[in-house]
């Protein structure tokens, strides 16, 4: 799982100096032309020159980075790691991964007839959040005398286990959401510093220095704003998304418990009705 996140974030890093690269690279083509324009501009006759409305210059993206300051670097950071996340946890957090509904047909069979160790072996040789909670639990199984207090006990132990490491995954991206606001913050605050710092040493006629600080503030409020909403939102997603995964896999744990503990009283049970609800749950999700 570490190795995928790891992948994803190492694309994403890729991608943003390519496209910084490319951004200064098209700053460099616009700063040129213009250089080029004015020359031609100071050569030609003055009776050809035409009065002419002011432009107001286009700003790129790599423009609105340099005015940010060196909030912008962070904020860049988590910015990547927030994207990482979410694409990390649309690949992961899927409910037929970790509750595969063809494992689930064949745990409840071998449940059903008091297959333990055929039970073991199955999970075994086909890991998967659910199966390594169920193998777990079945581990501390005794084929003569089934105790079924100890087996709830194990599997409740490993489910704690087997689900904490992809919720840590989806609360990072919380983390994002809380930190990319405070330091659009500091940013806001640092170019306000600055504007009063110019007007202090060079008073409020130094227009262009203070529409430069004021740029800060504002442009590193807006990024903080651009990368916690989404995070914030992908959190709940994501959060909503995994509890209806666990929800399911108390189901499915629940149900098996039971068949065990019916089995071991009474023999082999009727379990065909259950299997198909269980695996239609996990369809529809």
Known sequence: ???????????????????????????????????????????????????EKPKVAEKSMADYWRAGGLTMY???????????????????????????????????????ELKVREAIQFCEKNPSPLTNIVGVGLARADERELDVDSITAAMEEASTEEFSTPFVFIN?????????????????????????NTI??????SASK???????????????????????????????KFGAIISGASRIIGDLIFTLKMSSKYGPQDVSEMV??????????
């Not at 529409?211 to 995070?231: F, H, K, Q, R, V």
């Not at 198909?276 to 999700?285: L, P």
Request: proline residues 4%; aromatic residues 10%; glycine residues 6%.
């Open 1 to 51: 799982m570490k190795r995928k996140l790891l992948a994803i974030f190492s694309i994403l890093t890729a991608s943003m100096f390519i496209f910084t690269g490319i951004a200064k690279a098209q700053d460099e083509e616009a700063a040129a032309a213009e250089t080029t324009e004015a020359v031609e501009s100071t050569d030609a006759p003055a009776a050809d020159a035409s009065p």
């Open 74 to 112: 962070p904020l860049g950071l988590l910015a990547i790691f927030g994207t990482t996340l979410v694409v990390y946890n649309f690949i992961t957090i899927r409910k037929k991964k970790f509750l595969n509904p063809e494992y689930i047909k064949q745990l409840e069979i071998m449940a059903n």
């Open 172 to 196: 990072y991206l919380a983390l994002i959401a809380s930190l990319s606001p405070m330091l659009g913050l500091y940013g806001t605050v640092s170019g306000m510093v600055k504007a009063f």
């Open 200 to 205: 202090a040493a060079e008073g409020a006629g």
């Open 210 to 240: 203070l529409a430069d600080n004021i740029s800060e503030a504002l442009i590193t409020t807006a990024a903080g704003m651009i990368i916690g909403m989404p995070a914030m939102f992908f959190f709940f997603f994501f959060k909503n």
């Open 276 to 285: 198909q609800d269980e695996q239609e749950a996990v369809k529809e999700g």
